[in-house]
């Protein structure tokens, strides 16, 4: 216990020594570059880090962006693994993945408390469906196998009664163009996605929603508690060799987060690029509206969330499994903490 003490300790003073540099006063800022992988990046699964960025909370700080866009979570991670990108962005569940594998990744700061994923199935099939029974031979759209879209259809399966041998799970990969063009060529009867294209798709009449968890309310009903999806992560290395730059990145979504709980309409449009918004300023507003309150409070991880988490990827995961040590290993709230208290100061 003194041991375990003393490295959180040590780990509090290294961030603390990194506040002390680029916040001081009159202290030169030294340009750093990082480069985050991530997959639909126009989606409101990452809106936080966007904001940041367009925003200009990291260049502010002489923190430099290079974006690694990617087809799906997933290869967002492998992109991570082969060292061509310095942090990602994604769902939560991938670092419990990760550290069951003996690869430390963190979790440093928390953008979502919900996956902001739906399973929609197109009205073509839904007309004919008087039970769930009657999904057979069902293709289901996802950005590729291992990834969130995937897990959230395969969580709706085990409750819903849903039978493997029945789906076909088919990878369109992140762009949105492609996922709305095999959706509306019926090449897939279902699509599990993220917004604003699933809410696009309802609102224009095209699929009944099946499975949802763009609110804290239906994503409770779903996994049976409070989430943790989307975040930043790394691996302890990046975290313990790059803490100015860390610290700053956690700074940027913290100041996105405040900034977006009392943005109005207008202020979103001025910010989001309009190439996000599906040709339809409206539809992306209301999009908008309805994942607000997924948003994390305050960038923390709470440990409820992480356990519900954890049982999530333990109810489809029989083979690598990941004992509670790598839960406690997924993540820090040790530089969002050290921000809480210098702004304290």
Known sequence: MILGLRRRQLTGWAIASALAGPWAAGAAITPQKVSIALAAKGSLFHLPLVLADQLGFFKQEGLQIEWVECDSGLQAVNTALAGQADVVSG???????LQARDLNYRAFVMQGRTPQISLGLSNRRALAMKSVADLKALK????????ATHWIAQHWMRQSGVLTENVQFVELGANTAQVMEAFRMGTIDALCYTDPVIHYLEQKGELRILADTRTLSSSQRMFGGAMVSACLFAKDDFLKKRTEAVQTLTQGILKALNWLKTAGPSDILKIIPSNYWM???ALYLSALEKVRDSYSIDGSFSRDALETAWRARA???TTVRANWTALEQSYTNDF????????AG
Not at 140 to 147: A, D, E, K, N, V
Not at 336 to 343: E, F, I, S
């Open 91 to 97: 769902a939560f569940e991938h670092i419990i993945d």
């Open 140 to 147: 289901i759209g996802i950005t590729s196998l291992g990834s």
């Open 279 to 281: 040709g339809d300023r």
């Open 315 to 317: 109810s489809r995961v």
């Open 336 to 343: 969002v903490k050290a921000l809480k208290k210098r702004n």
